[in-house]
């Protein structure tokens, strides 16, 4: 039976925030999905959700709900038959989606490194002590303080351009984002250095895009799976088990990247307290098959690690 394709006159509903970078990859999955069914970009229409995360942001994301501030609007259209996909940043997304939904497929994934930022300092380490910092991450404000307790770190909520707009306006002298938000956006004129992972491990997802629907609608799943990007999805699988497992949230500063080299996968975690005074790290390598189940053992050796006393702060 052919599918039942898109048209202007009855266009595929692409649900999205109205950030710059959000916007960025809603196009980016139009346009995959328009080249692979030989559509013109009319056949799609992008509609932009605001969500709580974007409504409220003089106030750390832990205090006013975790990561669901970010899906739970867009959630809820796609539930009522508004939209027909939602796209989203991965490293926002919780690791248990609202029932009757589903989140299976990945985009290519973009550079995972978090980049320095600042109008005066070339590297971290030129900051000189007593530097102010500002990040809304839990987990780069936990790096941060593990490597300089030098450094003073105030919370710098905002998407990508409000955040720059800080920095020149001197709320601090130095931020951190992601690379792959700078790329999408093509913002070259940011002066950016890449931070190694081995010296600032990403956040679990950092760099990919994922494309909720949903669970029974078959027709969007067939073309979903024309632009799915498989080894993005077994990096993935193996990482958001891991954050799974340690019930991860904005309020756990986690950090994990999985990589695949052939037939295997290698994963790294690292494990925080929030005051960045102590960290947990482990490196696992399986087969690609075997990555979840990796992640999963991984968080729980951790956990045993770490002992009841690491883990106070959660609550």
């Given at each position: ?108 994934r973009e550079d995972v490194r978090d980049a320095f930022i ?8 030129d900051l000189p002590a007593g530097t102010v910092v500002g ?93 799915h990007d498989g080894p993005t999805g077994q990096r993935l ?79």
């Amino acid at each position: 039976m052919p599918l039942d394709l898109p048209t202007p006159a009855k266009p595929l509903m692409i649900g999205t925030r109205g950030s710059p970078l959000a916007l960025a990859q809603a196009h980016e999955t139009r346009s995959r999905l328009a080249h692979a069914f030989d559509l013109p970009f009319e056949a799609f229409t992008i509609v932009v959700i605001k969500t709580t995360g974007d409504k409220i942001i003089d106030r750390p994301l832990k205090e006013i709900g975790g990561k669901g501030l970010f899906t739970r609007e867009i959630e809820d259209a796609m539930l009522k038959g508004e939209i027909d996909i939602a796209v989203h940043s991965m490293k926002d997304m919780p690791t248990l989606q609202p029932d009757g939904l589903l989140l299976d497929t990945y985009l290519p994934r973009e550079d995972v490194r978090d980049a320095f930022i600042s109008p005066t300092h070339g590297a971290l380490a030129d900051l000189p002590a007593g530097t102010v910092v500002g990040t809304s991450s839990l987990r780069r404000r936990a790096q941060l303080k593990l490597r300089r307790p030098d450094l003073e770190v105030v919370e710098f909520r905002g998407n990508l351009q409000t955040r720059l707009m800080k920095l020149d306006q001197g709320v601090a002298a130095a931020t951190f984002l992601a690379m792959a938000g700078l790329n999408r956006l093509k913002m070259d004129e940011v002066s950016a250095t890449a931070i190694s992972e081995d010296d600032m491990l990403p956040a679990v997802a950092q760099g990919a895009i994922g494309i909720e629907r949903r669970m029974d609608d078959t027709r969007v799943a067939a073309m979903l799976e024309a632009i799915h990007d498989g080894p993005t999805g077994q990096r993935l699988a193996a990482e958001r088990a891991f954050l799974k497992a340690l019930d991860g949230s904005c309020e756990t500063p986690i950090a994990g990247l999985a990589t695949l080299n052939g037939s295997t996968l290698t994963l790294r975690g690292e494990v925080l307290r929030p005051d960045g005074s102590d960290a947990i790290t482990d490196t696992a390598t399986c087969a690609i098959e075997d990555g979840p189940d990796a992640g999963a053992q991984m968080a729980a050796q951790m956990l045993t690690e770490a002992g009841e006393g690491f883990f106070d702060w959660r609550g």
